[in-house]
């Protein structure tokens, strides 16, 4: 299995920008469907942004033209560049592994990290 750890959450103002970063060890993430997704108190999860073993991208209708979703394979580590940040966004962030959203569904989710908090005010 691969363990994921998120960083680079905060507390920011609308309009401003933050860059997630998950860094992955015990497999490489090469060979594997990586999404973030995001899930506020009382709300449902929710996908953000997944990146194919090929580099093929989707967003959510939310985050097209604000959020970036990138790979560096050499840093085994997923990115998700957050731009125009609104207050709808504050929830808490992950990201996951070999879960190929939008197409897999909610039981595929088996391994992904801890979290890291974005809140916008």
């Known amino acids: 299995d691969v363990q994921l750890v998120e960083s680079g959450g905060g507390s920011v103002q609308a309009g401003g920008s933050l860059r997630l970063s998950c860094v992955a060890s015990g497999d490489t993430i090469s060979r594997y469907c990586m999404a973030w997704f995001r899930q506020a108190p009382g709300k449902e999860r929710e996908g953000v942004a997944a990146i194919d073993s090929r580099n093929g991208t989707a967003y959510a209708d939310s985050a097209t033209g604000r959020f970036t979703i990138s790979r560096d394979n050499t840093k085994n580590t997923l990115y998700l560049q957050m731009n125009s940040l609104k207050p709808e966004d504050t929830a808490m962030y992950y990201c996951?592994?070999?879960?190929?959203?939008?197409?897999?569904?909610?039981?595929?989710?088996?391994?992904r990290g801890q979290g890291t908090q974005v809140t916008v005010s």
């Open positions: 996951a592994a070999d879960w190929c959203w939008p197409d897999a569904s909610a039981a595929d989710l088996t391994n």
